[in-house]
Protein backbone atom coordinates (compact mmCIF):
# COMPACT_ATOMS: atom_id res chain seq x y z
CA UNK A 1 0.00 0.00 0.00
CA UNK A 2 1.08 3.42 -1.12
CA UNK A 3 1.09 6.06 1.27
CA UNK A 4 0.13 9.51 0.32
CA UNK A 5 1.19 12.72 1.98
CA UNK A 6 -0.61 15.92 0.48
CA UNK A 7 0.71 19.42 1.15
CA UNK A 8 -2.15 21.90 0.12
CA UNK A 9 -2.23 26.38 0.56
CA UNK A 10 -5.82 26.64 -0.28
CA UNK A 11 -9.13 25.60 -2.08
CA UNK A 12 -8.09 21.71 -2.24
CA UNK A 13 -9.93 21.22 -5.58
CA UNK A 14 -7.07 18.83 -7.13
CA UNK A 15 -6.71 17.55 -3.35
CA UNK A 16 -10.67 16.81 -3.90
CA UNK A 17 -10.02 14.81 -7.66
CA UNK A 18 -7.27 12.67 -5.93
CA UNK A 19 -9.84 11.55 -2.88
CA UNK A 20 -12.45 10.98 -4.95
CA UNK A 21 -10.33 8.70 -7.66
CA UNK A 22 -9.06 6.73 -4.60
CA UNK A 23 -12.48 6.24 -3.22
CA UNK A 24 -13.97 4.89 -6.49
CA UNK A 25 -10.91 3.01 -6.77
CA UNK A 26 -9.55 4.61 -9.59
CA UNK A 27 -6.04 4.55 -7.80
CA UNK A 28 -4.93 1.15 -6.12
CA UNK A 29 -3.05 0.16 -3.19
CA UNK A 30 -2.48 3.64 -2.45
CA UNK A 31 -4.08 5.92 0.79
CA UNK A 32 -3.86 9.36 1.51
CA UNK A 33 -2.45 8.71 5.06
CA UNK A 34 -2.30 12.71 5.78
CA UNK A 35 -2.85 16.54 4.30
CA UNK A 36 -1.15 19.22 5.49
CA UNK A 37 -1.48 22.78 4.68
CA UNK A 38 1.00 25.38 5.93
CA UNK A 39 -2.18 28.31 6.18
CA UNK A 40 -4.58 27.14 8.79
CA UNK A 41 -7.77 29.00 6.97
CA UNK A 42 -7.42 26.64 3.60
CA UNK A 43 -10.45 25.18 2.24
CA UNK A 44 -8.70 22.30 1.80
CA UNK A 45 -8.28 21.11 5.09
CA UNK A 46 -12.25 20.65 5.07
CA UNK A 47 -11.95 18.80 2.04
CA UNK A 48 -9.93 16.34 3.67
CA UNK A 49 -12.00 15.50 6.95
CA UNK A 50 -15.09 15.56 4.21
CA UNK A 51 -13.22 12.57 2.98
CA UNK A 52 -12.62 11.16 6.46
CA UNK A 53 -8.90 11.85 6.15
CA UNK A 54 -6.04 13.54 8.65
CA UNK A 55 -5.62 16.74 8.09
CA UNK A 56 -3.26 18.78 9.95
CA UNK A 57 -2.75 22.84 9.59
CA UNK A 58 1.28 23.75 9.89
CA UNK A 59 1.53 27.00 9.74
CA UNK A 60 4.35 28.81 8.30
CA UNK A 61 3.94 32.35 8.95
CA UNK A 62 7.26 33.60 10.24
CA UNK A 63 9.30 30.42 10.15
CA UNK A 64 12.65 29.69 8.76
CA UNK A 65 12.07 27.46 6.01
CA UNK A 66 14.99 24.95 6.91
CA UNK A 67 12.86 24.26 10.21
CA UNK A 68 9.42 24.46 8.89
CA UNK A 69 10.88 22.00 6.45
CA UNK A 70 12.13 19.72 9.07
CA UNK A 71 8.60 20.08 10.93
CA UNK A 72 6.70 19.15 7.94
CA UNK A 73 9.08 16.15 7.22
CA UNK A 74 9.08 14.73 11.18
CA UNK A 75 4.81 14.75 10.67
CA UNK A 76 5.02 13.39 6.96
CA UNK A 77 6.84 9.89 8.78
CA UNK A 78 5.41 9.71 11.37
CA UNK A 79 1.88 9.09 9.21
CA UNK A 80 4.00 6.41 7.39
CA UNK A 81 5.10 8.91 4.43
CA UNK A 82 8.77 8.65 4.41
CA UNK A 83 11.02 9.41 1.58
CA UNK A 84 11.71 5.28 0.97
CA UNK A 85 8.12 3.98 0.15
CA UNK A 86 6.16 7.06 0.42
CA UNK A 87 4.38 9.82 -1.95
CA UNK A 88 4.38 14.02 -1.34
CA UNK A 89 1.76 15.34 -3.62
CA UNK A 90 1.97 19.38 -3.77
CA UNK A 91 -1.20 20.57 -4.87
CA UNK A 92 -1.73 24.23 -4.64
CA UNK A 93 1.33 24.28 -1.69
CA UNK A 94 1.98 27.68 -2.01
CA UNK A 95 5.38 27.88 -0.78
CA UNK A 96 9.22 26.61 -1.97
CA UNK A 97 10.44 23.94 -0.22
CA UNK A 98 14.26 23.88 1.28
CA UNK A 99 16.56 22.12 -1.22
CA UNK A 100 16.97 19.16 1.65
CA UNK A 101 13.21 18.63 1.84
CA UNK A 102 13.33 18.15 -1.75
CA UNK A 103 16.55 16.42 -2.69
CA UNK A 104 14.94 13.46 0.29
CA UNK A 105 11.75 13.43 -1.87
CA UNK A 106 13.17 13.16 -5.18
CA UNK A 107 11.18 10.68 -7.54
CA UNK A 108 8.59 10.70 -4.59
CA UNK A 109 7.37 13.98 -4.90
CA UNK A 110 5.21 15.28 -7.73
CA UNK A 111 3.40 19.17 -8.27
CA UNK A 112 0.43 20.10 -10.57
CA UNK A 113 1.05 23.42 -12.09
CA UNK A 114 -1.33 25.07 -14.76
CA UNK A 115 0.70 25.49 -17.77
CA UNK A 116 2.71 23.30 -20.50
CA UNK A 117 6.07 23.72 -19.20
CA UNK A 118 8.49 25.14 -19.54
CA UNK A 119 6.16 27.74 -20.24
CA UNK A 120 5.22 30.10 -17.83
CA UNK A 121 6.39 28.84 -14.48
CA UNK A 122 5.90 30.93 -11.25
CA UNK A 123 2.37 32.67 -10.27
CA UNK A 124 -0.82 33.04 -12.60
CA UNK A 125 0.62 31.21 -15.33
CA UNK A 126 -2.81 30.94 -16.64
CA UNK A 127 -2.50 35.17 -16.83
CA UNK A 128 0.87 34.83 -18.46
CA UNK A 129 -0.48 32.63 -20.96
CA UNK A 130 -2.97 34.84 -21.87
CA UNK A 131 -0.65 38.12 -21.65
CA UNK A 132 1.65 36.25 -24.01
CA UNK A 133 -0.91 35.41 -26.61
CA UNK A 134 -0.44 31.73 -26.82
CA UNK A 135 -3.20 29.69 -28.59
CA UNK A 136 -2.47 26.75 -26.28
CA UNK A 137 -2.45 26.16 -23.01
CA UNK A 138 -2.85 23.74 -20.30
CA UNK A 139 -1.42 21.83 -16.98
CA UNK A 140 1.34 19.87 -16.42
CA UNK A 141 2.05 17.35 -13.86
CA UNK A 142 6.15 16.95 -12.93
CA UNK A 143 8.55 15.53 -10.15
CA UNK A 144 9.67 18.19 -7.86
CA UNK A 145 13.44 19.13 -7.98
CA UNK A 146 14.96 22.05 -6.17
CA UNK A 147 14.23 24.76 -9.03
CA UNK A 148 11.12 25.94 -9.25
CA UNK A 149 8.12 23.87 -11.38
CA UNK A 150 11.71 22.50 -13.62
CA UNK A 151 11.63 18.74 -12.45
CA UNK A 152 11.00 15.66 -15.24
CA UNK A 153 7.75 15.92 -16.59
CA UNK A 154 4.95 13.46 -16.01
CA UNK A 155 1.90 14.25 -17.94
CA UNK A 156 0.36 17.21 -19.62
CA UNK A 157 -2.77 18.10 -21.02
CA UNK A 158 -3.47 21.04 -23.62
CA UNK A 159 -6.87 23.09 -23.89
CA UNK A 160 -7.71 25.65 -26.31
CA UNK A 161 -7.36 29.79 -25.46
CA UNK A 162 -10.12 31.14 -26.82
CA UNK A 163 -10.15 34.70 -28.02
CA UNK A 164 -12.37 36.01 -25.25
CA UNK A 165 -10.67 34.14 -22.55
CA UNK A 166 -9.44 36.03 -19.69
CA UNK A 167 -7.64 34.56 -16.63
CA UNK A 168 -10.70 33.12 -14.57
CA UNK A 169 -12.68 31.48 -17.85
CA UNK A 170 -8.87 29.97 -18.84
CA UNK A 171 -8.21 29.08 -15.32
CA UNK A 172 -11.70 26.87 -15.21
CA UNK A 173 -10.99 25.73 -18.36
CA UNK A 174 -7.25 24.25 -17.44
CA UNK A 175 -8.55 23.07 -13.45
CA UNK A 176 -11.33 20.86 -15.38
CA UNK A 177 -7.45 19.02 -16.81
CA UNK A 178 -5.86 19.28 -13.87
CA UNK A 179 -8.59 16.99 -12.10
CA UNK A 180 -7.94 14.67 -14.44
CA UNK A 181 -4.14 14.43 -15.26
CA UNK A 182 -3.30 14.69 -11.60
CA UNK A 183 -4.83 11.48 -10.32
CA UNK A 184 -3.92 9.72 -13.72
CA UNK A 185 0.21 10.44 -12.51
CA UNK A 186 -0.55 9.48 -8.86
CA UNK A 187 -2.09 6.08 -10.61
CA UNK A 188 1.09 5.44 -12.66
CA UNK A 189 3.16 6.03 -10.01
CA UNK A 190 1.16 3.79 -7.65
CA UNK A 191 1.36 1.67 -9.91
CA UNK A 192 4.82 1.20 -10.30
CA UNK A 193 4.63 2.21 -14.17
CA UNK A 194 7.10 5.81 -13.97
CA UNK A 195 10.57 5.01 -15.15
CA UNK A 196 13.07 8.42 -14.53
CA UNK A 197 16.16 8.96 -16.48
CA UNK A 198 17.35 12.34 -16.34
CA UNK A 199 14.48 14.76 -17.52
CA UNK A 200 12.23 11.58 -19.35
CA UNK A 201 9.95 10.32 -17.80
CA UNK A 202 8.53 6.82 -19.34
CA UNK A 203 5.16 5.26 -18.78
CA UNK A 204 5.88 1.65 -18.82
CA UNK A 205 3.20 -0.85 -20.27
C1 LIG B 1 -4.08 24.76 -9.27
O1 LIG B 1 -4.35 25.57 -10.37
C2 LIG B 1 -2.71 24.14 -9.41
O2 LIG B 1 -2.34 23.88 -10.73
C3 LIG B 1 -1.82 25.21 -8.82
O3 LIG B 1 -2.56 25.74 -7.75
C4 LIG B 1 -3.95 25.53 -7.98
C5 LIG B 1 -4.46 24.77 -6.80
O4 LIG B 1 -5.86 24.64 -6.84
N1 LIG B 1 -0.54 24.67 -8.43
P1 LIG B 1 -6.61 23.68 -5.83
O5 LIG B 1 -6.21 24.14 -4.41
O6 LIG B 1 -6.15 22.28 -6.09
O7 LIG B 1 -8.06 23.88 -6.09
Redesign the pocket.
Known sequence: MLLIGVL????????NAILRAIDRGAIRRARVAVVISNDPTAN?LSVARRHGVEALALDSKGIPREEYDAKLAEVLRSHGVGPESGLVL???FMRILSKKFVEAYQGRMM????SLLPAFPGLRAQQQAISHGVKVAG?TVHFVAPEVDAGPIIVQKSVPVKEDDDEESL?AR??RQ?HKVYPLAVKLFAEGRLRVEGRKVTIVG
Do not use: F
Open positions: VSGRGSNLALAGNIHPCSILE
